[in-house]
């Protein structure tokens, strides 16, 4: 991560363009005045932008494939989740799920506020007017069907690795079927063998 230095790359001048525009327009200032002194982070491992209260995060590549409109748009997103206090309002919930709640609802604000998100931001007309808490507490339920509704994938492995064991008992018991089959062969031509003899006898004993 790099703060702003004598070489200042492209990418952190096109979000302090940004940045700064919000500051200076009249019909964006409000939201301007929350980023004052926030300070601006390159961080090549973010995969968007982040806030910590402090600063904005952002990943250069991600922000090249942003207009200045969108650029402003994500830093008023941002700025929104510390004036909601979400940091605040997590209190033990998911910090992923809830997060993505709180997207929800800012991403609604932000749009109605008139300013560009980017491409596949989170939209739904059932979170209308929802707060953050209502929205985490819907998916958390439909998460939890789900899971309920599609087993997990070790419990299909043990069975398949019992049918395994089963199949394996089955070839092992082969060999001793087929040498009983084997013994029970050979016990019928002695008996075979020895049913003739005693006619072989009783034709001689006739014959005598």
């Known amino acids: 991560m790099q703060t702003q230095n004598a070489t200042m790359s492209i990418e952190y001048a096109r979000v302090l363009r940004a940045k700064r525009f919000l500051m200076q327009n009249p019909k964006t200032s409000f939201w301007g005045s929350l980023c004052q002194g926030k300070e601006l ?54 910090p992923e799920l809830y997060n993505v709640a709180g997207d929800y609802v800012i991403n609604a604000l932000v749009r109605d506020a008139g300013f560009t998100l980017p491409p596949g931001g989170l939209f739904d007309k059932r ?13 958390y339920t439909e998460q939890a069907n789900k899971k309920q509704n599609h087993p997990s994938a070790p419990k ?8 395994q064991d089963q199949d394996d008992q089955d070839q092992a018991s082969t060999p001793d079927e087929d040498q009983e089959s084997d013994e029970d062969q050979d016990e019928d031509q002695d008996q075979d063998e020895d049913q003739d003899q005693d006619e072989d006898q009783d034709q001689d004993g006739a014959g005598t």
């Open 41 to 94: 982070i390159e961080d090549p491992t973010a995969s968007t932008f982040w806030t910590d209260g402090k600063s904005f995060g952002f990943n250069p590549d991600y922000s090249a494939s942003l207009s200045l409109a969108e650029i402003q748009g994500v830093l008023v997103h941002e700025i929104m989740h510390l004036t909601l206090l979400h940091h605040l309002r997590l209190k033990g919930r998911n």
């Open 127 to 139: 979170f209308a007017n929802c707060t953050t808490e209502a929205i985490y507490n819907l998916l």
């Open 156 to 163: 299909q492995d043990q069975d398949e690795d019992q049918d």
